[in-house]
Antibody, heavy 121, light 107 residues
Framework: EVQLLESGGGLVQPGGSLRLSCAASGFTFDNYAMNWVRQAPGKGLEWVSAISGSGSKTYYADSVKGRFTISRDNSKNTLYLQMNSLGAEDTAVYYC??????????????WGQGTLVTVSS | SYELTQPPSVSVSPGQTASITCSGD??????ACWYQQKPGQSPLLVIY???KRPSGIPERFSGSTSGNTATLTISGTQALDEADYYC??????????FGGGTKLTVL
């Protein structure tokens, strides 16, 4: 059974940093691209970032480019999102989502339960 | 940047057919997929690559595309289908993009 378990969310001040983690199990982790998708309170879904199965290719939404860094440790079956220079607009539930292939793009076939990030003073 | 447009809300009576549209420039040249999200839950993939249903998704969910519009159709809609539905596609410029979401109400 595929399981994705996010952690690392919490309250952070504007301008601060936070690192999210997503522990994966139930599939061969390095065979699949992984993504971060966020959802602001009461709003729709927004794709944030993607990383290929090997970790060699990364992609970012314009809204986070230069501030967020996606990475993965295939030896630990774990996906990360380093978030810097956080602003109120980054307040959201952050979901870890699995892609159907090693390459990025297409769709998300499994999602985690999400972790809430709140940016506020 | 690439955009997908969905109606904010759709209403349907139990047992009837609900159709939710998603429009975007040259969407017919891309693959579209659909997610269902119930309150307090994570999104669930219900249609991928325009028309395919993941294992475990009821047959009453179907997808189609025509021109610049993708459509999610729910036949024999049930009360438990009440949820927010999001379309999503991949674009070479914007990369992965979601529609704004459609709230399906089963009256």
């Amino acid at each position: 059974e595929v399981q994705l378990l996010e952690s690392g969310g919490g309250l952070v001040q504007p301008g601060g940093s936070l690192r999210l983690s997503c522990a994966a199990s139930g599939f061969t982790f390095d065979n699949y691209a992984m993504n971060w998708v966020r959802q602001a309170p009461g709003k729709g879904l927004e794709w944030v970032s993607a990383i290929s199965g090997s970790g060699s290719k990364t992609y970012y939404a314009d809204s986070v480019k230069g501030r967020f860094t996606i990475s993965r440790d295939n030896s630990k079956n774990t996906l990360y999102l380093q978030m810097n220079s956080l602003g109120a607009e980054d307040t959201a539930v952050y979901y870890c989502a699995k892609g159907p292939y090693s390459g990025t793009g297409d769709y998300f076939d499994y999602w985690g339960q999400g972790t809430l990030v709140t940016v506020s003073s | 940047s690439y955009e997908l447009t969905q109606p904010p809300s759709v209403s349907v009576s139990p047992g009837q057919t609900a159709s939710i549209t998603c429009s975007g420039d040259k969407l017919g040249d891309k693959y579209a997929c659909w997610y269902q999200q119930k309150p307090g839950q994570s999104p669930l993939l219900v249609i991928y690559q325009d028309t395919k249903r993941p294992s475990g998704i009821p047959e009453r969910f179907s997808g189609s595309t025509s021109g610049n519009t993708a459509t999610l159709t729910i036949s024999g809609t049930q009360a438990l289908d009440e949820a927010d539905y999001y379309c999503q596609a991949w674009d070479s410029g914007t990369y992965l993009v979601f529609g704004g979401g459609t709230k399906l109400t089963v009256l």
